[in-house]
């Protein structure tokens, strides 16, 4: 990753739908070694919960609304926010609202 540079994207923007029943995971694209700077964009006003991981079904388990007292590995996205973070390439994601539905866009690249 390139220090403090403006985020570069280096990947195909993805779209999942985060929704209160069981989330469906897909793959992020992008570069395939190194550290890799995801753009999470919430497009609904809902808050949404994604979850990421090596393979489908542990991003659709570590996409889950947390309650008091419990951890998960999520990262919240609240309604019409984003988010940037660097992670491992080749990621799945997956995202849960705590109500309704909200649109969430992923897109690989490099940069803050």
């Known amino acids: 990753m390139d220090g403090y540079n403006a985020f570069r994207p280096r990947g ?3 779209l999942i739908v985060g ?3 069981g989330p469906n995971a897909s793959q992020a694209g ?3 070694a190194g550290d890799v700077a995801y753009l999470i ?3 609904g006003s809902n808050d949404a919960y ?3 991981g090596p393979s489908s079904g542990v991003a659709a388990a570590n ?3 947390p309650l008091i007292g419990t951890n998960v590995a999520c990262i919240p996205v609240p309604g019409r926010q984003q988010r ?3 992670l491992t390439p080749a ?3 997956a995202a849960t609202t705590p109500s309704s539905q909200s649109p969430v866009t992923i897109t690989p690249g490099d940069g803050v």
């Open 12 to 14: 195909d923007t993805m």
């Open 19 to 21: 929704s209160t029943t």
């Open 30 to 32: 992008g570069p395939a």
């Open 41 to 43: 964009a919430n497009m």
């Open 50 to 52: 994604v979850g990421y």
């Open 63 to 65: 996409s889950a609304v």
């Open 84 to 86: 940037i973070v660097t």
């Open 91 to 93: 990621l799945f994601f």
